[in-house]
């Protein structure tokens, strides 16, 4: 999926209608990440610039990142921990 492609809100979770809300409107999205099962859990603040899905499921969002010096990143939405929020 692209940001772009039509989907219906009861098609997608409440984190990826958040971020895409974000992306439309070119707001910073905040959220908990872990990279991996063991890392551990950090704060993101996140511009979102596209949504898709990877040939293996995983919904992924991609954007410049403003804890990096706005170098982009992309973020797995399953690792996201608890909720979304714009703040």
């Known amino acids: 999926m692209h940001l772009n492609d039509v989907v219906r809100a009861s098609d997608i979770t409440f984190n990826e209608g ?5 992306a ?3 707001r910073v999205a ?6 991996s099962d063991s890392a551990p859990i950090e704060h993101r603040s996140f511009v979102p610039e596209s949504v898709y899905t990877t040939r293996d499921g995983h919904v ?14 992309s973020y797995r939405l399953d690792r996201i921990k608890g909720e979304v929020s714009i703040p």
């Open 18 to 22: 958040v971020l895409r809300l974000a």
């Open 24 to 26: 439309v409107h070119g």
């Open 30 to 35: 905040e959220f908990r990440y872990a990279k």
């Open 60 to 73: 992924v969002i991609v954007g410049p990142d403003e804890d990096r010096e706005g170098q982009y990143r």
